[in-house]
């Protein structure tokens, strides 16, 4: 059988149990793909697996950054890349779980993100955006890509095109094209958890949202900002803390903030379904509404073992 699982998703699908399952079965161990679930003391908005949840199955690429750093997708791949090599090394399965299209996709890709010598661009880049706004940054980039334009909405993303296409001459899509061109460091079996209504997924994220409160995430958030985590961290940017930041700091009210959560997560499932639907290699698994974890990890062993003849 194939040493290497990608388990992909949008958020609330249910992948980290799908995922400890598989590892069970398989005598795998959990490769997180989750551009969050990297920082530590973030464990309940992120959806961190408890220990109970883990059921004593190696998770690896969790809790390895601070809060108050920021964290990127070549540093992710930079870490995890020799962690798969050495679980499959030992002749175990690596189920690299997650959300986080690009980082699963660069890693699998083996991106190279050499970094640009310190010139000074992306500083004022950063300063131009404080300065300007995001919507003038954003139509600089249509002006000279539109392509990516079309798909990048966060100010990180945004800048960091800006900064290959001022550095290189060359813009983040043709860069992508090439290095899409270059033989993949890994070949995995692609699974992918999708429902047949929508709304079961929209129910599923409301739920989350509301647990994360009854554990505590506003004491969570507000334990990361006495410590020192600055407002604007991008740690702090993450759906479920920048709404509850703003509650906390009395510029909206706790149902406000909750509902834009929910909306806020609502989108972001679906740009991650358009996101690994792109994916042709991509194994879907679909959940119906009566189905159960154990129906959908009976049907993920069933269609690695066809895989596999």
Not at 40 to 64: L, N, S
Request: with cysteine; charged share 30%; proline share 4%.
């Amino acid at each position: 059988m194939n040493p290497i699982i990608c388990l992909a998703g949008p958020t609330a699908s249910g992948k980290t149990a799908l995922a400890v399952e598989l590892a069970k079965e398989l005598d795998g161990e959990v490769v997180s793909c989750d551009s969050m679930q990297v920082y530590r003391r973030m464990d309940i908005g992120t959806a961190k697996p408890t220990k109970e949840e883990m059921q004593g199955i190696p998770h690896h690429m969790i809790d390895v950054a601070s809060p108050e750093e920021d964290y990127s997708v070549s540093r992710y791949c930079a870490q995890a890349a020799p962690i798969v090599e050495d679980i499959v090394a030992r002749g175990k399965t690596a189920i690299i779980a997650g959300g986080t299209g690009l980082y699963m996709d660069s890693l699998i890709r083996g991106n190279d993100f050499a970094p640009f010598p310190s010139t000074g661009v992306r500083q004022r880049l950063e300063a131009q955006a404080d300065a300007e706004g995001l919507e003038a940054m954003a139509a600089w980039l249509h002006a000279v890509d539109p392509e990516a334009a079309e798909r990048i909405h966060d100010r990180k993303r945004l800048l960091r095109a800006l900064e290959v296409y001022l550095e290189t001459g060359e813009t983040i899509t043709e860069h992508n094209r090439r290095t899409q061109a270059i033989p993949p460091r890994f070949t995995p079996v692609w699974l992918g958890l999708d429902f047949a209504d929508r709304q079961q997924l929209y129910d599923r994220i409301d739920l989350r949202v509301t647990k994360m409160l009854e554990r505590g995430l506003l004491e969570e958030i507000r334990g990361l900002l006495d410590s020192g985590v600055p407002e604007k961290a991008t740690a702090m940017q993450a759906i479920g803390y920048k709404e509850f930041v703003d509650a906390l700091a009395g510029r909206e009210s706790l149902e406000t903030a909750a509902d834009q959560v929910r909306q806020s997560s609502r989108r972001y499932a679906k740009r991650q379904l358009t996101w690994f639907r792109r994916n042709k290699a991509m194994h879907w698994l679909i959940r119906g509404e009566n189905t159960t974890g154990e129906d959908i990890f009976l049907s993920a062993r069933q269609l690695l073992r066809e895989i596999d003849k």
